[in-house]
């Protein structure tokens, strides 16, 4: 016989839910399924089921109430590890108001479904962040680009005027038609836009650029992009003008117009600090490379055995062994020692295709997830490469 019953959500929402019985192995079982909600759902939002068991005794009989609850795994992907998820999930149950308060550390939770899309959609944040991390860091954002009809909100426009801010053509009319600039002030930042004087001869533009280059150096939190000053109305070259950019060179705010950078060189490599990767294996390597060849991590090493990229986790480990982005990984690969190890302890993974799931392989989810970033990673440095065979032998 069904029945029906009214529970409150966490959001204040009423949920009707509708109960059936059954019996199994001498248990009466109380299946309790969401009906609907009261108000409208949001249909971009994805709902996962969960499902809480409570167990209790009626007239002599035990009891076990399934609670069915949806919730939207997305958001929880800012949580890096299964047992906070698993704790976030009984929070929200404990706050719905179904159980009492003494009912709580009794539950059972069936969770496995939705555990397996957080995963997903775990990988989905960390790859968004990972592009958002390259395209900040990568040396072709430093490229101004040649048609700009937008700016992101800590972009500047960075344009040729004339000291009296008479902006009536060129790059100049773009930047007060789309970008802020103001008509009458010829220097300076304003609104998205930055004007530096061009048309008052080579010495004086050098000045204005030098001012510029403080201020970009002060405002580290906007990004630059300077067009071809001095190279349209004023009549100046690129050869005459880049020299006068020389001390942005090394300043990550600000992109350069191609042909400055093809005269001026490209910006000054990076120094990695690889050193902390060799100091941590060197305690450590053989130890990792015999665990995966025996098909099975039981020690502690993923950080820097197998390296992600820096920010996607926010443990000192996962602080201090990140790479900053496509350039250093590639520095770590083309490393004689690390790029060797990291190659030889994939293809001891490799050994194990076919005959062992990764989780075993790797002892928990958590370090699945780290290895699958850490291939992804090194899969774009070096493309059709080993990282690749082992993206498709176990992911």
């Not at 069936?110 to 990988?123: C, H, I, S, Y």
């Not at 939190?221 to 690129?238: E, M, Q, R």
């Not at 992804?376 to 498709?392: A, M, T």
Request: some cysteine; charged content about 20%.
């Amino acid at each position: 016989m069904a029945t029906s019953c009214k529970l409150a959500a966490t959001d204040g929402r009423k949920a009707n839910f509708k109960a059936q019985n059954f019996l199994l192995n001498g248990i009466v079982f109380v299946i309790l399924q969401t009906e609907k909600m009261e108000n409208n759902q949001n249909p971009k939002v994805m709902k996962v089921k969960i499902t809480v068991i409570k167990f209790e005794m009626q007239n002599g009989k035990k009891v076990g109430k399934s609670f069915v609850f949806e919730l939207d795994p997305k958001p929880m992907a800012r949580y890096k590890t299964e047992a906070t998820v698993r704790k976030k999930v009984q929070d929200y149950v404990m706050k719905s108001g179904v159980f009492k308060p003494d009912e709580i550390r009794e539950l059972q939770y069936d969770m496995r479904n939705f555990l397996a899309e957080w995963r997903r959609q775990l990988l989905v944040a960390e790859a968004e962040e990972q592009a958002k991390f390259e395209a900040a860091h990568s040396q072709s954002s430093r490229v101004t680009p040649a048609h700009i009809s937008s700016l992101k909100e800590n972009e500047v426009f960075v344009f040729g005027s004339n000291e009296q801010g008479l902006h009536h053509g060129g790059a100049a009319r773009a930047a007060v038609e789309h970008f802020g600039a103001i008509m009458g002030q010829g220097n300076g930042l304003q609104g998205h836009s930055y004007a530096i004087p061009s048309m008052s001869g080579l010495a004086v533009m050098s000045h204005y650029v030098m001012e510029f280059c403080e201020f970009a150096k002060a405002h580290p939190h906007l990004k630059f992009l300077v067009t071809p000053i001095g190279c349209g109305i004023a009549g100046y070259s690129a050869e005459q003008v880049a020299p006068l950019f020389s001390n942005c060179r090394d300043m990550d705010n600000i992109s350069l117009p191609a042909a400055f950078w093809d005269i001026m060189g490209q910006p000054t490599a990076k120094e990695y600090d690889l050193e902390r990767f060799l100091t941590a294996q060197n305690a450590s390597y053989q130890r990792a490379l015999g665990e995966i060849r025996a098909g099975r991590k039981r020690s502690h090493w993923i950080w820097y055995i197998f390296p992600q990229q820096k920010g996607l986790g926010h443990s000192h480990n996962s602080q201090l062994y990140g790479l900053d982005g496509i350039d250093e990984a590639r520095a770590y690969l083309a490393h004689p020692i690390l790029g060797g190890r990291l190659r030889e302890i994939c293809q001891a993974l490799l050994t194990h295709e076919g005959n062992r799931d990764i989780e075993e392989i790797m002892g928990s989810s958590i370090d699945v997830l780290k290895l699958q970033t850490c291939m992804n990673l090194f899969n774009r440095v070096s493309p059709n490469d080993i990282f690749k065979q082992v993206l498709e032998a176990f992911f």
